[in-house]
């Protein structure tokens, strides 16, 4: 009986074990995670809603304030600075000197040349009248030799005579046009030695001292026009045929703690930069003279290159684009996906505005677009994840 009893528990404990290896098989049979039911693989994505509302795209760019009228004044002439009038920050008016260099020299070349030509006015007063004297006593001669009187060869001699004192007088002639040109390039230079004010403005920068030695083309000082301030940014080649003269503009400059200021585009180039495929835009800003705005300011400005008050927008992270370069989103029905190529209206740096091809509330894959194919099966773990928190809220 012991015996009976014995073989009765082994036989238990055996159907126990048995189970348990049945069960971690049953497991065992079970497929991989990402894997459905019948084997179809599941791709994890991430997705977004398409929505519809107010949308606005701007651009920011940076820009530098400048003057209408901004020029770097400089010496036309060499030699020392002996005289500066102005120092920065100092109100000039049109035509005031602003300095003077040393004008000893060309005062010198001018006596010499002025010498010069008046010593070849004598020379040529004298081959006149050399010329006239000659002149007649060959109309005495001429009958003379006619008469047989005189040999041929004294009217030969006073013919030669003649020609020399004619080119005599066209020497003196010519000398005294030479130097009068000469006259009139070192009066002009010595205009060039007083540096004058080509326009109201004021000193923005001075480069060189009294007693300094300059050369032509040097810089003395810079000359602002500060009434007449603007701005100039540069727009990429995509944004650039949103940009018109009526574009809204807001402006904030960092000295001024970035207090945001209007402004009106003041000029647009006609073509773009070929270097660097960018539209340049000019800009005045309204109210710097309240902000006290100056030439050098950087400043930040963005312009409003569309609106719309009922747009359907997606975030950019969910374009896709082909190798053809057609444009297109993975859209998710019944947690499938399809290809879905779409076409842009307003495009901005985070969403873009969707004028065919998706509707509001439709779901477009966001993020885990590599695996995708036509009609892939997908679970959506951002879904779940707002689901499953929504659920834990609602049971606290």
Same mark, same amino acid.
């Given at each position: 009986?012991?015996?009976?009893?014995?073989?009765?528990?082994?036989?238990?404990?055996?159907?126990?074990?048995?189970?348990?290896?049945?069960?971690?098989?049953?497991?065992?049979?079970?497929?991989?995670?990402?894997?459905?039911?019948?084997?179809?693989?599941?791709?994890?994505?991430?997705?977004?809603?398409?929505?519809?509302?107010?949308?606005?795209?701007?651009?920011?760019?940076?820009?530098?304030?400048?003057?209408?009228?901004?020029?770097?004044?400089?010496?036309?002439?060499?030699?020392?600075?002996?005289?500066?009038?102005?120092?920065?920050?100092?109100?000039?008016?049109?035509?005031?000197?602003?300095?003077?260099?040393?004008?000893?020299?060309?005062?010198?070349?001018?006596?010499?040349?002025?010498?010069?030509?008046?010593?070849?006015?004598?020379?040529?007063?004298?081959?006149?009248?050399?010329?006239?004297?000659?002149?007649?006593?060959?109309?005495?001669?001429?009958?003379?030799?006619?008469?047989?009187?005189?040999?041929?060869?004294?009217?030969?001699?006073?013919?030669?005579?003649?020609?020399?004192?004619?080119?005599?007088?066209?020497?003196?002639?010519?000398?005294?046009?030479? $130097?009068?040109?000469?006259?009139?390039?070192?009066?002009?230079?010595?205009?060039?030695?007083?540096?004058?004010?080509?326009?109201?403005?004021?000193?923005?920068?001075?480069?060189?001292?009294?007693?300094?030695?300059?050369?032509?083309?040097?810089?003395?000082?810079?000359?602002?026009?500060?009434?007449?301030?603007?701005?100039?940014?540069?727009?990429?080649?995509?944004?650039?045929?949103?940009?018109?003269?009526?574009?809204?503009?807001?402006?904030?400059?960092?000295?001024?703690?970035?207090?945001?200021?209007?402004?009106?585009?003041?000029?647009?180039?006609?073509?773009?930069?070929?270097?660097?495929?960018?539209?340049?835009?000019?800009?005045?800003?309204?109210?710097?003279?309240?902000?006290?705005?100056?030439?050098?300011?950087?400043?930040?400005?963005?312009?409003?290159?569309?609106?719309?008050?009922?747009?359907?927008?997606?975030?950019?992270?969910?374009?896709?684009?082909?190798?053809?370069?057609?444009?297109?989103?993975?859209?998710?029905?019944?947690?499938?996906?399809?290809?879905?190529?779409?076409?842009?209206?307003?495009?901005?740096?985070?969403?873009?505005?969707?004028?065919?091809?998706?509707?509001?509330?439709?779901?477009?894959?966001? $993020?885990?677009?590599?695996?995708?194919?036509?009609?892939?099966?997908?679970?959506?773990?951002?879904?779940?994840?707002?689901?499953?928190?929504?659920?834990?809220?609602?049971?606290?």
């Amino acid at each position: 009986m012991r015996r009976l009893v014995m073989m009765g528990c082994y036989m238990a404990v055996l159907s126990m074990a048995t189970a348990c290896t049945d069960g971690d098989d049953a497991g065992d049979r079970q497929g991989p995670p990402g894997m459905g039911d019948d084997a179809e693989p599941v791709v994890s994505v991430e997705t977004v809603v398409v929505e519809q509302g107010e949308f606005q795209v701007t651009g920011d760019y940076a820009g530098e304030i400048r003057s209408e009228e901004m020029v770097e004044l400089s010496a036309d002439v060499a030699g020392r600075v002996i005289e500066m009038h102005v120092n920065v920050g100092d109100q000039v008016e049109e035509g005031d000197l602003i300095a003077k260099i040393d004008d000893r020299n060309l005062r010198q070349s001018v006596r010499e040349l002025e010498a010069s030509v008046r010593v070849s006015e004598a020379n040529l007063e004298e081959a006149k009248v050399e010329l006239e004297n000659l002149e007649s006593e060959l109309r005495r001669k001429r009958p003379l030799f006619e008469r047989e009187m005189i040999p041929e060869r004294e009217i030969e001699e006073l013919e030669r005579a003649l020609r020399s004192a004619e080119q005599r007088i066209a020497v003196a002639q010519a000398t005294i046009e030479q $130097r009068n040109a000469q006259l009139a390039s070192v009066g002009e230079d010595l205009g060039r030695t007083q540096v004058r004010a080509p326009f109201d403005g004021v000193i923005g920068a001075r480069q060189v001292e009294r007693g300094s030695h300059v050369s032509p083309g040097q810089p003395l000082v810079t000359l602002v026009d500060d009434r007449e301030l603007y701005l100039t940014v540069r727009v990429p080649e995509r944004q650039a045929p949103r940009v018109g003269t009526q574009t809204p503009v807001t402006i904030r400059i960092g000295a001024t703690g970035s207090v945001a200021m209007g402004g009106e585009i003041h000029r647009i180039a006609p073509v773009l930069d070929s270097s660097t495929r960018t539209l340049r835009v000019d800009i005045r800003p309204e109210g710097s003279s309240e902000f006290q705005v100056r030439p050098g300011m950087y400043a930040r400005v963005s312009l409003e290159l569309g609106r719309a008050d009922d747009a359907v927008t997606v975030d950019n992270q969910a374009v896709q684009r082909s190798a053809d370069g057609e444009h297109y989103l993975w859209r998710v029905r019944d947690d499938r996906v399809e290809k879905q190529e779409v076409e842009f209206g307003l495009r901005g740096r985070l969403r873009s505005e969707i004028v065919r091809g998706l509707e509001a509330g439709d779901r477009v894959v966001l $993020r885990g677009h590599e695996a995708l194919e036509e009609g892939s099966k997908v679970r959506d773990v951002g879904r779940q994840a707002e689901e499953q928190a929504r659920d834990d809220g609602e049971e606290s």
